[in-house]
């Protein structure tokens, strides 16, 4: 039986990019890189709040709360939906990410992982502080700082650093939570796209059970799915933005250069593939000698782990592999049915990302850490959803006649 076609139920994607739009997405990148410049550069000096009044701070803070709902809808606008359906969307985002939040507050920030703190939120302040100070012991988290220095920002203008820190990751994941949508719309019509973002959000308790609570995971799983989803609508721009700009964030944003190669034209996405991989991973070595100065090419010394890492990985799996059960492998059976009914260069995106995440978490981090695969949620809990949304078509199925008489069976419009 044939497959389903792929036709995105988002608006159709432009076939050449405007040069307003590279402009846009260069300006972009180079407001972020200016941006983190500026507050490393000046640290001691954004370290302090700004000497406002109470009654200023307090227009501070409403002012970042208010940018929340902005950004959810920066993020879903050019959706073509009624303002009802659009105003649901924004919702459900603010929704999942406040649902978050409350989990992220009582499970992580007032536990206590390290006897040296009192609560994890402590030590998550001191880590920030030994980022922003580019402290070379505290690699590899040294080397992402561009959520460190929005909340910077934020504490320079509010002088509160609970709502600095609760605003940015409210923030981070309602722009997380409205892009899984943006991004099922290209694969699922408008119900079965709320799905894979309800599904991340099932899924938040069981991320977050071993995880300190470090701010660079809700930014860069937002620039690793938005980079998804610009390369799924062929916007090379915003995938550009997607990639330089989420690489400031962590350095597992490279992994969008290898799904680069499986969208478009072969040989010329192959082309760019390579040519954002080695910009990327150029960056990346940059941002090292950076921070570390003159370094060796070595694993050690970019990634600030060793082979230890990996074996001592192995060695807990009584530790991890029930969370990747329970994760994962739960999305995996619906993942294989919906195989069939989706297009090849997805497929392909999908056990890139999936094995990718995976792998990153065995080499640089840790593996009980299952937040760090979040993004390997996305594209199986599409693939579910479409295979419940194509068998269910195929069920509601109206018959009519076709021109000799018989009984046809015609599944309805997904549009």
Known sequence: MSSAPTLPIDSPPRPRPT??????????????????????????????????????RSIARCALALSVPAVAMGVLRGLKDRWSVLGVTVAASLF????????????????????????????????HNAIMGLERWCAPHVFRFLPDCIVSFNFWLTGDREWSIHVFRFGANTALFAMILRYARVYLSVVWSFGPMLVVAMLY?????RYNGQFTDPLAHFSLVAGLFFLARRHEPGFFAAF???I????SINLLAPCRCF?????????????????????TVAVRRYIQGPIPVAYTSISGTGARQVFGNWGARGIWWPMYAVTIGALLPGAVAGWRHIDAAFRATCVTVVLGTIASNLFISLMWEV????????????????YLETVLARGTATPRLNRSGASQVTAPSRV
């Open 371 to 386: 937040r760090n695969v979040v993004p390997a949620f996305i594209p199986l809990a599409i693939l579910n959803f479409r």
């Open 248 to 251: 400031l964030a962590k350095e």
């Open 96 to 127: 999942c990410a406040a649902y978050a939040e409350v989990l992220h507050t009582w499970i992580v920030d007032r536990a206590n992982f390290d006897p040296n703190f009192h609560t994890n939120a402590e030590w998550q302040w001191n880590l």
């Open 19 to 56: 040069p307003a739009a590279w402009c846009f997405a260069l300006g972009a990148v180079l407001l972020t890189f200016a941006f983190c410049a500026v507050q490393l550069h000046w640290r001691s000096y954004f370290a302090v709040p700004l000497p406002w009044s109470d009654s200023a």
């Open 244 to 246: 330089f700009a989420g």
């Open 205 to 209: 308790p069981v991320t977050i059970l």
């Open 263 to 283: 969208h478009g034209n072969w040989r010329r996405s192959f082309l760019l593939g390579f040519i954002y991989l080695a910009a990327g991973l150029a960056l």
